[in-house]
């Protein structure tokens, strides 16, 4: 009886030396291993660091398992920029001229009003005379056509509306007229780039009209390269390269505080030459024409760039709402870099038709280009007739 009981304890241990075992074995390929190599992803891409390790900051990576093995990571598709495609500039000013238009209607009617009085006295010229200097034309030029008027009214007599309106659109032509080109030297030459010097004050619009003149010239074909040396403000070549990279051009800068801005020029104009560009656009630093320091370092740049190249154009941003205060500025700008041109800007909004006649008279160089808004295209090329026409509003 003994014997009987002490084998049935020995099987029952057996029994359960047995079952122990088995629960502690591997379950094979679906067992724990299995489904712990799934939590890691050992066949996927190895764990990166968050943004802030890469960039130096102070975020934690994640490390990879001790048994992980470095994969190639996955290709993916680079993203395409898709550039966009610039009307030309030919034809601008005509499609913009109902803008421009609306921003002169005031000017042109008044005069019209006055010239279509039954009687023209004295206090009715002087009248025609005040409204020609309100509209920013200057002392000058409104004498000027205001005597022609009145003598061509007492030579001719009859004054229909029609006959008003072609006395003082002539008038207005012969003011606007300049026999100096308005072309833009913009054509490479002589186995070169042109080159463009953009100066102007703050806040005229210099460096947005330096990306609208680029969308310009790659709409009329020509292969642009632009020169960020505006380095005293900061988000100056980042709004260039941004107008750059709509269209495909490229914008040489630098990405140091402060930097020479004649270096930079300097090194566009040599990046136009070897990439055998069409034009160097460079935009430069807003200046007050006041300080002196200032202006002789634009005149720097200037000889910079003239020991590499000759300079083509040299274009002054002028806002036109600022009246006989950007003829105080033009004066400046043009003893130190040699004006060959004038860009003026907000011509849609409240500025006087008669700053063209003026800053023309002033300096004896033309208007070339204007800006009737705010979007990327509304900057066109200067033609005298749609301008008084819609003065006139014809």
């Known amino acids: 009886m003994i014997a009987y009981i002490i084998l049935i304890v020995v099987v029952a241990v057996l029994?359960?030396?047995?079952?122990?075992?088995?629960?502690?074995?591997?379950?094979?390929?679906?067992g724990v291993r299995r489904g712990r190599a799934k939590e890691l992803d050992l066949t996927g891409p190895m764990p990166r660091a968050s943004d802030d390790t890469r960039s130096g900051g102070t975020g934690t990576a994640t490390a990879p398992h001790p048994t992980t093995q470095p994969t190639t990571p996955v290709q993916r598709p680079a993203e395409r920029l898709v550039l966009e495609k610039p009307p030309p500039s030919a034809g601008r000013m005509t499609k913009l001229r109902?803008?421009?238009?609306?921003?002169?209607?005031?000017?042109?009617?008044?005069?019209?009003?006055?010239?279509?009085?039954?009687?023209?006295?004295?206090?009715?010229?002087?009248?025609?005379?005040?409204?020609?200097?309100?509209?920013?034309m200057g002392v000058t030029p409104a004498r000027q056509i205001t005597s022609d008027l009145r003598t061509r009214v007492k030579?001719?007599?009859?004054?229909?509306?029609?006959?008003?309106?072609?006395m003082l659109r002539g008038e207005l032509?012969?003011?606007?007229?300049?026999?100096?080109?308005?072309?833009?030297?913009?054509?490479?030459?002589?186995?070169?780039?042109?080159?463009?010097?953009?100066?102007?004050?703050?806040?005229?619009?210099?460096?947005?009209?330096?990306?609208?003149?680029?969308?310009?010239?790659?709409?009329?074909?020509?292969?642009?390269?632009?020169?960020a040396a505006d380095t005293f403000r900061a988000a100056a070549a980042d709004q260039l390269q941004t107008w750059g990279e709509r269209v495909g051009a490229q914008t040489i800068r630098s990405y140091k505080d402060q930097a020479d801005p004649a270096s930079v020029a300097f090194d566009a104009v040599s990046a136009g030459i070897e990439q055998e560009a069409d034009v160097v656009l460079i935009d430069t630093a807003g200046r007050l024409h006041t300080k002196n320091d200032l202006m002789d370092e634009l005149g720097k740049?200037?000889?910079?760039?003239?020991?590499?190249?000759?300079?083509?154009?040299?274009?002054?941003?002028?806002?036109?709402?600022?009246?006989?205060?950007?003829?105080?500025?033009?004066?400046?700008?043009?003893?130190?870099?040699?004006?060959?041109?004038?860009?003026?800007?907000?011509?849609?909004?409240?500025?006087?038709?008669?700053?063209?006649?003026?800053?023309?008279?002033?300096?004896?160089?033309?208007?070339?280009l204007v800006g009737l808004g705010e979007g990327p295209d509304d900057l066109a090329p200067f033609d005298p007739v749609t301008f008084v026409d819609a003065i006139l509003g014809e």
Do not use: Y
């Open 15 to 30: 029994l359960v030396g047995i079952g122990g075992t088995m629960l502690l074995r591997p379950r094979g390929m679906h």
């Open 98 to 136: 109902a803008r421009l238009a609306r921003s002169q209607s005031g000017f042109g009617s008044a005069l019209l009003g006055l010239l279509s009085r039954d009687r023209l006295d004295d206090e009715t010229w002087d009248e025609i005379e005040e409204v020609l200097i309100t509209a920013d």
């Open 173 to 227: 032509l012969a003011q606007v007229e300049t026999e100096a080109s308005r072309a833009l030297r913009t054509q490479r030459h002589e186995g070169r780039p042109a080159v463009v010097l953009v100066v102007g004050v703050n806040g005229t619009g210099k460096t947005t009209t330096c990306g609208k003149l680029a969308r310009s010239l790659v709409g009329d074909g020509e292969s642009v390269v632009l020169g």
């Open 301 to 368: 740049v200037k000889r910079v760039i003239e020991k590499r190249t000759a300079v083509d154009e040299v274009l002054l941003v002028l806002d036109a709402t600022t009246g006989q205060n950007g003829l105080r500025q033009a004066r400046v700008f043009a003893e130190v870099v040699d004006v060959t041109g004038i860009v003026l800007t907000k011509l849609d909004g409240t500025a006087k038709g008669g700053i063209v006649i003026a800053v023309q008279r002033e300096l004896g160089v033309p208007v070339k």
């Open 155 to 166: 030579v001719e007599g009859a004054r229909t509306p029609d006959e008003v309106r072609a």
